[in-house]
């Protein structure tokens, strides 16, 4: 397993599969999350269930400094400066005359995009995944159904656990996946064979966080706190506030593009978005979204529908 | 809707196995569809074959998001409504609506389906999020106008076959003060089981705005009727004498020359409910 950003002195994922783990997989018997609706529509695909298979990943977040979310002030981009190619940023600077009001004014202020997080995160859940896929290779599957997914904090530190679990199947009188590495999806039961008879087959689950972190500069804080305008007379009126919008809207594009970039040319299918927003002061914020969803790849035309019959149910 | 259409030969049978065998099978060769962007959706198995059936399909997900502000001072006890939160509501949600379609005409779709919405009022601003799947016929051209819409792809299948068409997100919100009752009003009715007028008052109030609203934007834009409409109430929770109102529904137009009446079958399942006893019955 190739993990980016993985830290100095960590071994890696590959090959540390406990041995109690081996020894339970080939125990004879099989285990499996599917509901038994499920697990019946899997049998009759022709889906044989061989194993409930687990990935764990626990990771600690560091102290990010110039990036942290207490950090304010402090950012990666300078004044003036720009981000690196690709990474989302833009800045906004004071309209009223600099430090005419006073040293707190804030003159300046920027949404920037935090790689750092990401790649974090992404290396948190690619781990959990990856070991998922080597139990899977373990019991000999073809792929795994049914995934689930979960993060959660752990105690009061500040360390999450990424959890994926699914139920590991072989498709009868199929050869191997090519390469050995069984394809995954969160689809199961009579949702995966109708995305088989549409023509499409599952390739992996995706997922992707994007994290977006706001500096507000002066004019989104005083619309944030609801000040009195202090240049002018009177109250601010009704307006957008321009910098929270474009950072929300940035936030839920880069997850989409991150999931994008791991698709190549196949589709995404139920796409699921979640969208935290971590509110620190007035205007300043963590915006994080995960996108996440099943890579699906066509293997035949559509065949053309019948259009569908409204029905009435007299129960 | 499930089936086939009245006249419509039966399907061919799938020999579902069969199917998984060879798609299983083609994770080994190249990409069938080799297409320069990858589709995003976030639409369920069954949205996307209901989709098809009418000749559209995803597209990709798209957002809208707005933040605007509340000036300060406008929860304060006084009377009537309170327009700058009203506007600034309906400008959140406007504003947002507009991402969305900038964001569906970008990808060169038709309009935005299953669009979720999410609204949080703060004292000092309100927060909009809509997010949903841009879809767009087969064989379309593109499109001058996208509708945004919050119906799911089965109900647009169904209006869409039904010869109606969405054109966009009507939306109305309100904000009207509870006036004061008296000290004298008040002490009377301490110990008592009476209506609180004020409230009721202002909830009407509220409520006659907030429909006018969403009904004023829905005939902008051209609507014949709004469906789907759903509705929200209640006092705001950092300032209790204020009543909020919303109210939201997708804005329709009749596109055929009439309604096509769609003939819905009955069906009689044969699965009747488990007959469910108490055990002390049995004494």
């Not at chain 1, 110039?66 to 990474?87: E, I, K, L, Q």
């Not at chain 1, 994007?210 to 305008?229: D, I, K």
């Not at chain 2, 829905?218 to 409409?229: C, K, N």
Request: hydrophobic share 40%.
């Amino acid at each position: 397993m190739d993990e980016p950003g993985r830290p100095d002195g960590d071994e890696g994922a590959e090959g540390d599969l406990p041995e109690a783990a081996g020894r339970r997989l080939g125990g004879g018997s099989f285990s499996s999350g599917l509901t038994v609706p499920d697990f019946a529509a899997c049998l009759q695909m022709g889906l044989r269930p061989v194993g409930l298979v687990q990935g764990f990943c626990v990771m600690q977040w560091g102290w990010y400094g110039a990036g942290s979310p207490y950090m304010r002030g402090m950012t990666p981009y300078s004044f003036g400066g720009s981000a690196p190619r690709g990474v989302y940023s833009e800045s906004y600077r004071c309209p009223h005359g600099g430090y005419v009001y006073s040293n707190e004014h804030r003159i300046w202020g920027q949404n920037y995009q935090q790689p750092w997080v990401e790649s974090a995160w992404g290396q948190g859940f690619g781990s959990a995944y990856t070991r998922l896929v080597e139990e899977a290779q373990e019991v000999g599957a073809h792929g795994v159904i049914g995934v689930v997914d979960s993060t959660r904090h752990l105690a009061e530190m500040n360390v999450t656990e990424f959890h994926i679990l699914g139920t590991a199947v072989v498709v009868e009188d199929a050869p191997a996946p090519g390469g050995g590495t069984p394809w995954t999806t969160y689809l199961a039961g009579q949702r995966l064979a109708k995305l088989v008879e549409a023509g499409y087959m599952p390739v992996s689950v995706v997922a992707a966080l994007a994290s977006v972190r706001v500096w507000a500069y002066c004019v989104t804080e005083m619309l944030m706190e609801g000040t009195v305008s202090v240049w002018g007379s009177g109250y601010l009126p009704v307006s957008e506030i321009e910098q929270l919008s474009r950072a929300h809207i940035a936030a839920r594009s880069l997850a989409r593009e991150h999931v994008r970039g791991q698709l190549g040319t196949d589709d995404l299918q139920g796409a699921q978005i979640v969208a935290n927003t971590q509110r620190l002061s007035q205007g300043d914020e963590v915006i994080e979204c995960t996108l996440r969803g099943s890579r699906v790849r066509r293997f035949k035309d559509f065949d053309p529908l019948p259009a569908p019959r409204p029905t009435v149910r007299l129960s | 809707m499930s089936g086939t259409s009245q006249g419509a030969p039966p399907p061919a049978e799938i020999d579902i196995r069969a199917e998984m065998r060879r798609a299983a099978a083609s994770l080994a060769a190249a990409a069938h569809d080799r297409r320069a962007r990858a589709v995003t959706s976030d639409l369920s198995v069954d949205e996307s074959l209901l989709l098809h059936s009418i000749g559209w399909e995803a597209v990709d997900v798209v957002f809208g998001s707005s933040v605007v502000s509340i000036p300060p001072g406008v929860w304060n006890w006084g009377s009537g409504e309170i327009a700058a939160a009203s506007e600034a509501h309906n400008l959140a949600v406007r504003s947002a609506g507009d991402h969305l379609g900038e964001q569906c005409s970008a990808v060169r779709g038709h309009g935005v389906v299953g669009v979720r919405v999410e609204v949080d009022v703060q004292r000092h601003h309100v927060d909009v999020e809509l997010t949903g799947t841009a879809v767009r016929p087969v064989k379309g051209k593109d499109a001058a106008n996208v509708f945004v819409s919050d119906l799911s792809a089965r109900d647009f299948t169904l209006l869409h076959n039904a010869g109606w068409g969405p054109i966009g997100l009507a939306f109305g919100a309100s904000f009207v003060y509870a006036p004061r009752r008296s000290v004298g009003t008040t002490m009377r009715q301490s110990s008592q089981n009476v209506e609180l007028t004020n409230f009721t008052e202002a909830m009407y109030s509220a409520r006659e705005a907030g429909m006018e609203h969403m009904q004023r934007s829905a005939l902008d834009m051209g609507a014949h009727g709004i469906v789907a409409v759903r509705v929200a109430d209640g006092p705001m929770w950092f300032a209790h004498h204020a009543i909020g109102f919303t109210a939201w529904g997708t804005a329709v137009r009749l596109e055929a020359e009439s309604h096509q009446y769609l003939r819905p079958q009955m069906v009689l399942p044969l699965d009747d409910a488990t007959v469910e006893f108490e055990a002390q019955s049995l004494r």
